[in-house]
């Protein structure tokens, strides 16, 4: 009878961990471009992950409680990182913080949307990679555990790399080109294959709706990226 705090890794998660595959897409991780934490919404308007440099940035975070006993006054923070293959202690940028009650598990507000209510200027870098990392905790009822910063192996932790567009990139259509390659803006050959959309959650980013993926196109003809 104790609260069980986390953030989803992928769709389906019931925090199970060590995850194996891949833990940096969280849907529970959201940012709307351009937008001051005051004028935004209590909700995102969709699951975008995109970010403007120079301006201002809301990020949300969708926690969860599968406990049997409600968290009261659970923290939730927000952080941005340098893109990187393991996150350290002292590499971390806090963005901002607050605290959310939730209830027991099946019952009403057991799992909530949390807006930051600070600001993220977001900057450039990288080439525009950039990580955001949000943790929940509650220090006396299930406080964080280790590793701190490791989204794969701490439930409490939620990653989403995400792409910051440069000044140029937000004032330009809204087409942005592939860069690929180790990192990025290397040689790199790109492969195109048609697949079922079913196994591809991260497309309800595209449809802006859980509930409805992009179909499947007809298994005849040429593909490629458009």
């Excluded at 953030?7 to 060590?18: E, I, K, L």
């Excluded at 004028?39 to 301006?55: E, H, K, R, V, Y």
């Excluded at 294959?193 to 959650?201: D, I, N």
């Excluded at 449809?207 to 007809?218: E, F, H």
């Amino acid at each position: 009878y104790l609260p069980f705090l986390f953030v989803r890794a992928t769709v389906g998660d019931t925090a199970a961990r060590p995850i194996a595959g891949v833990f940096w897409e969280s849907p529970d991780i959201f940012v709307l471009p351009g937008v001051k934490p005051q004028d935004a919404p209590p909700l995102p308007p969709n699951l975008g992950g995109t970010a403007q440099a120079s301006a201002d940035n809301t990020v949300y975070a969708h926690v969860w409680n599968l406990g049997q006993a409600p968290a009261y006054g659970a923290f939730v923070e927000f952080y941005w990182f340098d893109p990187a293959l393991g996150f350290k202690e002292g590499e971390q940028h806090l963005i901002g913080f607050d605290w959310v009650d939730l209830g027991p598990r099946g019952g009403f507000g057991s799992h909530k949307v949390v807006k930051c209510p600070v600001s993220w200027p977001a900057q450039y870098v990288n080439g525009g990679h950039e990580c955001l990392v949000v943790r929940i905790s509650q220090p006396v009822a299930d406080p964080l555990s280790s590793p701190a910063w490791d989204a794969s192996q701490n439930r409490h932790i939620g990653q989403r790399n995400i792409h910051v567009m440069s000044a140029a990139e937000a004032a330009a259509k809204p087409t942005l080109g592939i860069k690929v390659g180790p990192l990025y803006d290397q040689a790199a050959q790109v492969g195109v294959a048609r697949a079922q959309t079913a196994t591809m959650p991260w497309l309800h980013l595209v449809t802006n709706d859980r509930a409805k993926l992009l179909g499947t196109g007809v298994p005849t003809g040429d593909v490629g990226i458009t």
